[in-house]
């Protein structure tokens, strides 16, 4: 069984930015040099790399795919970057390390930035890499669950903690109480419920674990597939964010990070095979296997660069899916008062990356 999880515990973070935001408000961002690189001298020696710290959300795999090219390709490096990515864990909380200074930039997901942001962390979205959900709900034939109509009555699992304002969208959508219509319960961190048969629809990711459930022998044939983006209740999930105050004295670096990023994203999407040996670098030995990583990278994927997209947006934070994602985020009380799009987010790094 996976044990390690692309989608894992971002809901607990939410309580721990709330209970530290009064302490990180007064921390300063970052120790970067400035954007224009390092000092170099009167002799015309090649200046220092720029150091940029990047915290991921989760442990090394190929949810990050994108940022373990650009760093083995040297594509930072060419960019005269040195980054650092931090991995992630369950008692990481990306927001908190960027607006304490910790790290420069962060990787995890809208509602979580936005819950940041309404604590009062100096941070802002600069990209957004996943342009759709991950998010499904997976059931067996057997349940009978063709719709999300369907589910009334049924016994539906969720990681909670911050992992459910999705479905509770979905449940809205089609007028389905989860205190009364159906029995809306806590799902573990591996499948192993789902496949018992004790839940009638679990939670799962795209890039994790549905795969699972495929990999433990249980047929696509005989699986129905409820997904949360052709639902219209999807949430933006991947972005990378910095802090405002390292930002404002490091446009330029901001920029040839994302560049340099997007790039190694594109290299990953072309090439997934390749992709998973620059991850496999550094992914814990023993924690995952290479053929998971690869199922991975390819579902991971579809999700930055979904069927038509352009790429030449890739990396672009698109306002209606910002929106939808803040739209339930207040409708469900991720966040109290609706977000100011214009200071929670911004494309000028993007478009200074694509020139």
Not at 130 to 140: M, N
Not at 206 to 214: G, S
Not at 319 to 334: M, P, S, Y
Request: glycine share 10%; charged share 25%.
């Amino acid at each position: 069984m996976e044990k390690t999880s692309g989608r894992t515990r971002r809901g607990a973070k939410a309580g721990g930015v709330l209970l530290l935001a009064g302490l990180l408000l007064s921390a300063c961002g970052g120790n970067n040099e400035p954007a224009s690189g390092g000092s170099g001298n009167a002799g015309g020696e090649a200046a220092d790399p720029v150091k940029v710290k990047l915290q991921l959300k989760w442990v090394p795999q190929a949810q990050f795919a994108g940022y373990y090219v650009a760093e083995d390709k040297g594509y930072y490096e060419a960019e005269g970057l040195e980054v650092e990515i931090v991995p992630g864990g369950p008692d990481i909380v990306p927001e908190q390390q960027v607006a304490n200074g910790a790290a420069d930039i962060g990787v995890d997901w809208v509602a979580s930035l936005l819950a940041s942001q309404e604590a009062g962390l100096p941070i802002v979205e600069i990209a957004q890499i996943y342009q759709e959900s991950g998010l499904v709900l997976v059931s067996k034939k057997s349940a009978d669950i063709q719709s999300p109509a369907d589910l009334a009555g049924k016994k539906v699992g969720n990681w909670m903690g911050g992992n459910e304002f999705e479905l509770l969208a979905l449940f809205d959508k089609y007028k389905l109480d989860p205190n009364k219509d159906l029995s809306f319960v806590k799902q573990g961190f591996t499948m192993d419920q789902f496949l018992a048969g004790e839940l009638d629809a679990a939670s799962a990711m795209t890039y994790n674990e549905y795969p699972v459930v495929l990999e433990q022998g249980v047929p696509a044939s005989e699986l129905s597939i409820i997904d949360m983006n052709e639902e219209g209740v999807a949430m933006l999930e991947d972005n990378l964010f910095a802090n405002k105050d390292w930002l404002a004295d490091n446009k330029e670096t901001a920029a040839k990070f994302v560049r340099a990023s997007l790039k190694g994203w594109k290299d990953a999407i072309d090439n997934p095979e390749s992709a998973v040996d620059s991850v496999m670098k550094s992914a814990e030995e023993g924690s995952t296997t290479r053929e998971h990583q690869v199922t991975m990278m390819k579902e991971v994927a579809k999700l930055v660069a979904p069927d038509g997209f352009d790429l030449a947006k890739l990396g672009y934070i698109d306002e209606a899916k910002f929106k939808q994602t803040a739209d339930i985020a207040l409708q469900f009380g991720v966040i109290k008062e609706a977000a100011d799009l214009s200071a929670a987010y911004t494309n000028e790094i993007v478009e200074m990356a694509a020139k």
